[in-house]
């Protein structure tokens, strides 16, 4: 004897693909990498370099995941650049 199963829509698992799920997957992955490959670059400088960029070897990884935005703003920001002057054509 065969019962014939019927599925409501709210029981069914929806695998269809969502609208820019892999973008933020893409962003999600390059993210990690760059904090990963910070966190190596860093962890290889002296502590004298790092006493200099203003944190000891004990917070790279708090500095690089965001715990102290203040240590990687620029101390002095370059001046804006000079407006360009509009050339005038001969007529």
């Known amino acids: 004897m065969s019962k014939n199963i019927h ?4 029981n069914i698992i929806h695998t ?5 799920a892999l973008p933020r997957a893409w962003t999600a992955l390059r993210s990690w990498n760059n904090r990963r490959m910070a966190i ?15 944190i000891e070897r004990f917070q790279i ?10 240590i990687f703003k620029l101390r002095h920001p370059s001046p804006a650049p000079a407006p360009v002057a509009e050339v005038k054509k001969a007529a």
């Not at 269809?16 to 820019?20: A, D």
């Not at 190596?40 to 203003?54: F, H, K, N, T, V």
């Not at 990884?61 to 203040?70: F, I, L, M, Q, T």
């Open 40 to 54: 190596r670059e860093l962890s290889a400088m002296p502590d004298a370099l790092l006493r200099d960029i203003g």
């Open 7 to 10: 599925i409501s829509d709210s």
């Open 16 to 20: 269809r693909f969502r609208p820019g």
């Open 61 to 70: 990884k708090d500095a690089v995941n965001g715990a102290y935005p203040e």
